[in-house]
């Protein structure tokens, strides 16, 4: 069964704005789909509603076969990675304590949850020897998303939600994150929604990509190799 379902997913916010219409969309176990469209097309609303942030006005979403309408949103968003464009690490918490937060908060003791944070420095290319003390002020953009990345995969989810993650970082140093998130997904087998309205990275980054169209419709949903013809 797929990880993620939505099925006649549709949101029309209280005054009337109607986001998102009769999605359906499912997402494998492991697949990295990214949601692309022009801004306002209802793709963050459809990762809200995805991470219980958001109700759906209509129609059902299932994570790995369970609806999640009918599940406690905070015990639910445990199993869920998110990360956004401002990653809203805590200021006057050290790097390895923004990463080590969510572990604690979990029941993990100190130790462990240390030698976690300190593992997912490594795995998203900053290395703890470095940057483990130091202040999030003390980081560039593109390094502060890379805690965010580290931060949201401290509780093992098997699903992590991104949107726009590499939005504000310079090209260059988005090329490098997106190679380099790639990996890190093949490696630990998440299954990832990641929405952007850059077409050339969901066509880069994405197993399937899903279009959106103004109206918060879904215009197509295939591989990058055949909504290119190739
Ligand atoms: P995207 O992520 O594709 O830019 P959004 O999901 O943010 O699109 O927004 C979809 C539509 O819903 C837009 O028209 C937006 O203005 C509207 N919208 C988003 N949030 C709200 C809200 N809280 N109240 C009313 N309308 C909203
Ligand atoms: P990136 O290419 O990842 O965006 P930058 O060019 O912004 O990196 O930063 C280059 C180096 O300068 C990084 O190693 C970063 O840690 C360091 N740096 C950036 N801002 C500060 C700061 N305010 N204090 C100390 N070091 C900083």
């Known amino acids: 069964r797929p990880m993620i379902r939505l099925s006649g997913v549709g949101k029309t916010y209280d005054d009337g704005t109607v986001a998102v219409q009769q999605l359906d969309l499912e997402v494998q176990r492991g697949e990295l789909v990214c949601l692309v469209g022009p801004s306002g ?20 979403i299932e994570i790995d076969g369970q609806d999640v309408t009918g599940q406690d949103p905070v015990e639910m968003r445990r199993g869920i990675g998110y990360v956004i464009q401002q990653v809203g690490l805590f200021p006057h918490q050290k790097i390895i304590q923004n990463v080590m937060t969510v572990p604690l908060l979990y029941g993990e003791s100190k130790a462990k949850a ?14 703890p020897a470095t940057y483990a003390d130091r202040y999030p002020h003390q980081l560039s953009g593109g390094q502060q998303q890379r805690v965010g990345v580290a931060r949201a995969l401290a509780a093992n989810p098997p699903v992590l939600l991104m949107d726009e993650p590499f939005g504000a970082v310079d090209p260059i140093v988005r090329l490098r994150l997106q190679d ?36 918060g419709r879904l215009a197509q949903y295939d591989t990058p190799a055949r909504l290119l013809g190739r």
């Open 41 to 60: 097309c209802g793709k963050s609303t459809t990762l809200k509603m995805i991470n219980r942030l958001i109700e759906p006005t209509t129609g059902s």
């Open 114 to 127: 240390r030698q976690r944070a300190t593992e997912l420095l490594e795995l998203v290319g900053l290395d």
């Open 180 to 215: 380099e998130f790639l990996r890190l997904q093949d490696e630990l087998g998440v299954t990832v929604v990641f929405v952007t309205h850059d077409i050339d990275e969901a066509v880069r980054l994405g197993d399937r990509v899903a279009v959106f169209a103004t109206g």
